[in-house]
């Protein structure tokens, strides 16, 4: 019998159709893949397991009882737990306050309700422990890294005994070794009976931890597949509809001036994340930073565009020095960074998609740092949709607010956001998290289409098919130096790590 189904469920948001008549159940002991493109619908099915939206049509079924609808309380009384895109914990409280946060467990002394701290702390050590969490109950959240966060959301799950357990990309903000250790305990989940229900756009990933994959396409159903009998080609297909080529270098003939765009020398930032950095970046290629989570890239990346303070080093381009001090000196200069996390440092939650396209031309184009001169609507609507169209961004209006967008598109509306500023140099810093696989081919097109017109291109990412498929040189990172240079032709997965990790 399955712990929860849900029967042809339909939602609609105005002027989108986000579900069409879908049907997704999850058995005792699986994991259970949910793929699709970005804006599939995957994140809204599951809000409505959850009891955040209501389905337009449709029914759930738990415990042998048919609903209308879930609240998110009866979600929880299902058994039901969610560990959101966007990780819900609250930083400001401790590890086990966020466990019993709204469940307070009380026990009476002398007939009165006191709450059970002594009860809640056991219960939080014995949870901890399951997941693997090195920890004291007591210790504030805030000073969690994300992957110690997601896995007191698990905790969580674990200390209400769950039996359903959906994970909405846990993967994409945790290095190599973080999911090894989340995938082992998704493993131990299952084998204590519970279904967990897991979203990635991974597909190695998805062959290693899925037994089955329901599979969405623009809110229609594709199909539940066994994964034994799936492949990553297959999936690409179910998913895409069609093949996806597989690399994106520079072709053997292309040839270019030999000029130099961007030149780096001996920049140490004043904190010592990054240390001794010099590289140029020449017309026509595209240059990779690969290494380990905290080798010091993005770091250095921070200090190009000014968001870090530097000690000492010089930045050119085409020659000239840059005097940045700030974002707002290198977004003039012509520089743009696409950074990784675009909650902390990307997009303006509360502004249209409109908006947020438009806000780094905007600022570029106006004068005191955006006080005079801002660009008119018309400009503004038409930079937008020149944008949309471009990366294909899947909305109902440029004038949504980008928090309606599905986890991809505002990743979309972010990269953008920066081509409307007409740089000459990009950084891309993790430029396909979350990112589905038909999108994410496009836009290595799109970085390698730049490279052609001249821009240069700068790509942070610690996925080395990326690194590998896209630049034409890549530097790799460790302590916040750079330890190694390969080409694209002696370059492979395992002298990268190597590098990486001497
Ligand atoms: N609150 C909302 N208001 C309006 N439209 C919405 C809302 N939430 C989701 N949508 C729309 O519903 C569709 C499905 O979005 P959903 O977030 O479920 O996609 P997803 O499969 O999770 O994609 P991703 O892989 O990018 O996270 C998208 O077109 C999205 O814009
Ligand atoms: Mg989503």
């Known amino acids: 019998m399955s ?145 110690e966060k997601q896995m007191v959301e698990i905790a969580k799950a674990v200390a209400f005994d769950a039996k359903v357990i959906i994970m909405d990309e846990p993967t994409s903000s945790l290095a190599q070794e973080e999911i090894q250790h989340l995938v ?62 597989g690399t994106y270098l520079k072709e053997a003939d292309e040839e270019y001036p030999d000029e130099t765009i961007l030149e780096v020398e001996n920049l140490t930032r004043k904190d010592g994340k990054a240390r001794n950095i010099s590289f140029s970046l020449k017309k026509g290629e595209i240059l990779g930073f690969s290494g380990l989570v905290g080798a010091g890239r993005t770091e250095t990346m921070e200090a190009i565009f000014g968001a870090a ?62 006080m005079t001169g801002l660009i008119s609507p018309a400009q503004e609507k038409k930079v937008a949709e020149e944008q949309e169209k471009a990366m294909q961004i899947k909305c109902a209006s440029l004038d949504q607010v980008i928090t309606e967008l599905s986890g991809g598109n505002q990743q979309k509306v972010i990269l953008g956001r920066w081509m409307a500023s007409n740089p000459k140099v990009i950084i891309f810093d993790e430029p396909t998290k979350g990112i589905d696989v038909g999108t994410k081919s496009e836009i290595y097109k799109l970085m390698r289409q730049l490279a052609r017109q001249g821009i240069g291109v700068l790509v942070v990412s610690s996925e080395l098919p990326e690194i590998l498929s896209t630049c034409d040189r890549i530097l790799v990172m460790g302590e916040g130096q750079i330890k190694g240079e390969f080409t694209s032709a002696n370059a492979n997965e395992e002298n990268l790590v190597r590098a990486a990790t001497s």
Request: hydrophobic letters at 35%; proline letters at 3%; a positive charge.
């Open 3 to 147: 712990l929860v189904e849900m029967k042809h469920i339909t939602k609609t948001f105005p002027g989108v159709i986000a579900l069409n008549d879908i049907s997704f159940e999850v058995q005792p002991g699986e994991t259970h893949i949910l793929l699709g493109e970005n804006g599939a619908g995957k994140s809204t099915l599951m809000k409505i397991l959850s009891g955040a939206y209501e389905p337009t049509q449709g029914t759930l079924v738990a415990n042998g009882i048919e609903y209308k609808r879930f609240t998110p309380k009866l979600s929880q009384e299902n058994g039901i737990s969610i560990i959101y895109q966007e990780l819900s914990v609250i930083n400001e409280i401790s590890i086990q306050e966020n466990i019993f946060v709204g469940k307070m467990v009380t026990k009476k002394v002398c007939g009165i309700p006191v709450i059970d701290k002594a009860y809640m702390r056991k219960r939080t050590q014995e949870v901890l422990e399951e997941v693997g969490l090195k920890r004291d109950p007591s210790e504030m959240v805030g000073s969690l890294s994300i992957s």
């Open 184 to 245: 082992s305990i998704v493993e131990r989940l299952k084998s204590q009976g519970r279904g967990i229900v897991f979203i990635s756009h991974k597909l190695d990933e998805v062959l290693t931890v899925g037994d089955r994959v329901t599979v969405l396409k623009d809110g229609t159903y594709v199909g539940t597949y066994n994964i034994r009998d799936m492949d990553e080609d297959k999936l690409v297909r179910l998913m895409v509809g069609r093949e996806i080529k």
């Open 309 to 370: 303070k530097k000690k000492s080093g010089t930045i050119r381009l085409y020659g000239e020095e840059l005097k940045i001090n700030n974002t707002y000196d290198a977004l003039c200069a012509g520089i743009a960074l696409v950074t990784e996390n675009r909650r902390e440092t990307g997009f303006a939650p509360f502004f249209s998609i409109k908006k947020n396209i438009a806000q780094a031309l905007e600022l570029k184009e106006s004068s005191f740092g955006g």
